[in-house]
T-cell receptor, first 114, second 113 residues
Framework: DTEVTQTPKHLVMGMTNKKSLKCEQHMGHRAMYWYKQKAKKPPELMFVYSYEKLSINESVPSRFSPECPNSSLLNLHLHALQPEDSALYLC?????????????FGQGTRLTVV | KNQVEQSPQSLIILEGKNCTLQCNYTVSPFSNLRWYKQDTGRGPVSLTIMTFSENTKSNGRYTATLDADTKQSSLHITASQLSDSASYICVVSAGNQGGKLIFGQGTELSVKP
């Protein structure tokens, strides 16, 4: 099983809503990532979790709140988003640090903020 | 500054033809270089990953090359198929910050019948 599963596939939310994106992998990977990708642009790193601890936060606004409940799950809690936050949100995982290991990406959640 | 530059930005070829995509990088320290294929609205899928000591790696009709001296890589696609239409992203892993991925802007490939 080399899958990273993201739910939901599509999400439309208002600026006052609270929603969560979910990511799951069962490959035993100990590093998990959230990326944000705008149309025709490369993915931008948001957060890195290593062994269930937040190791990198790329100065992401606090309206995005990551959570790693266990080694297989990664959530991204959304609150008071802006229309410019509309994007494809990608989750990825790797066995360890990316210097030596493959990164597997999920299919993404297409988020639209109205 | 760590950068990955790809060319061309976009490419249109006929089905069955071959093509080569280019990637130049200035990432230091270098750890490895990856090529990903990304269909519109989907997550990237890994094609190849090469370390400093590897010059060529193949995955079916995809062959990647790496010249670590000139800091250049190429992705050659043989006998293209309509399903090859996608964005191809060159990604270099930096040998610090846990191997942070530096993404190129991608080459948008369109294969026409």
């Amino acid at each position: 099983d080399t899958e990273v599963t993201q739910t939901p596939k599509h999400l439309v939310m208002g600026m006052t809503n609270k929603k969560s994106l979910k990511c799951e992998q069962h490959m035993g990977h100990r590093a998990m990532y959230w990326y944000k990708q705008k149309a025709k642009k490369p993915p931008e790193l948001m957060f890195v979790y290593s062994y269930e601890k937040l190791s990198i936060n790329e100065s992401v606004p606090s309206r995005f709140s990551p959570e790693c409940p266990n080694s297989s799950l990664l959530n991204l809690h959304l609150h008071a988003l802006q229309p410019e936050d509309s994007a494809l949100y990608l989750c990825a995982s790797s066995q360890g640090e990316l210097m030596n290991t493959e990164a597997f990406f999920g299919q993404g959640t297409r988020l639209t903020v109205v | 500054k760590n950068q990955v530059e790809q060319s061309p930005q976009s490419l249109i070829i006929l089905e069955g033809k071959n093509c080569t995509l280019q990637c130049n990088y200035t990432v230091s320290p270098f750890s490895n270089l990856r090529w990903y294929k990304q269909d519109t609205g989907r997550g990237p899928v890994s094609l190849t990953i090469m370390t400093f000591s590897e010059n060529t790696k193949s995955n079916g009709r995809y062959t990647a090359t790496l010249d670590a001296d000139t800091k250049q890589s190429s992705l050659h696609i043989t006998a293209s198929q309509l399903s090859d239409s996608a964005s191809y992203i060159c990604v270099v892993s930096a040998g610090n910050q846990g191997g942070k991925l530096i993404f190129g802007q991608g080459t948008e490939l369109s294969v026409k019948p």
